[in-house]
Antibody, heavy 117, light 109 residues
Framework: EVQLVESGGDLVQPGGSLRLSCVVS????????MNWVRQAPGKGLEWVSGIGARGGSTYYADSVRGRFTISRDNSKNTLYLQMNSLRAEDTAIYYC??????????WGQGTLVTVSP | QTVVTQEPSLTVSPGGTVTLTCASS?????????PSWFQQKPGQAPRALIY???NKHSWTPARFSGSLLGGKAALTLSGVQPEDEAEYYC?????????FGGGTKLTVL
């Protein structure tokens, strides 16, 4: 059974940092691109960042470029999102998703990040 | 900044047919944008329905189909069921960066 489990969400002050993790199981992690997608309260989905299967290629939305860093550890079946200089508008549920543009795209249940004083 | 546009809301009767569309501010949507479609119900994570324009995931009901229509990506639901009431999002690929549409709230009434 394919599973993606996010963690690391928390309440953080503006300007602070947080690292999200997504541990996967049930498939060969090292052969799939992975993505982070977020959803602010009551709003639509926003693609945040993507990374190639081996980690050599990374991509970011303009809204987070320069502040967020996506990475992966294929030996630990884990995807990461390092978030720095957090702003109130980064408040959202953060989902990890397996290869959003390919077959059998699985999503985790999300982790909540709240940026507030 | 690239914008992907969907109808904000649509209403369909049970058993009816409805088409949702997805447009890109950069011009006509082609298969090279790898159009994907996702369904999200309240309180749930999104679920993938269609990838690369018209391909279905193993769990996608047969009544859902994807296509290109008049320069846009399209998602057609035929024989709509009450459980299809949900928010639907398209996603387009721009050479690495991806952009979601604003979503279409589909009401089955």
């Amino acid at each position: 059974e394919v599973q993606l489990v996010e963690s690391g969400g928390d309440l953080v002050q503006p300007g602070g940092s947080l690292r999200l993790s997504c541990v996967v199981s049930g498939f060969t992690f090292s052969t799939y691109a992975m993505n982070w997608v977020r959803q602010a309260p009551g709003k639509g989905l926003e693609w945040v960042s993507g990374i190639g299967a081996r980690g050599g290629s990374t991509y970011y939305a303009d809204s987070v470029r320069g502040r967020f860093t996506i990475s992966r550890d294929n030996s630990k079946n884990t995807l990461y999102l390092q978030m720095n200089s957090l702003r109130a508008e980064d408040t959202a549920i953060y989902y990890c998703a397996r290869d959003t543009i390919a077959n059998d795209c699985y999503w985790g249940q999300g982790t909540l990040v709240t940026v507030s004083p | 900044q690239t914008v992907v546009t969907q109808e904000p809301s649509l209403t369909v009767s049970p058993g009816g047919t409805v088409t949702l569309t997805c447009a890109s501010s950069t011009g006509a949507v082609t298969s090279g944008y790898y159009p994907s479609w996702f369904q999200q119900k309240p309180g749930q994570a999104p679920r993938a329905l269609i990838y690369t324009t018209s391909n279905k995931h193993s769990w996608t009901p047969a009544r859902f189909s994807g296509s290109l229509l008049g320069g846009k990506a399209a998602l057609t639901l035929s024989g709509v069921q009450p459980e299809d009431e949900a928010e639907y999002y398209c996603l387009l690929y721009y050479g690495g960066v991806q952009v979601f549409g604003g979503g279409t709230k589909l009401t089955v009434l």
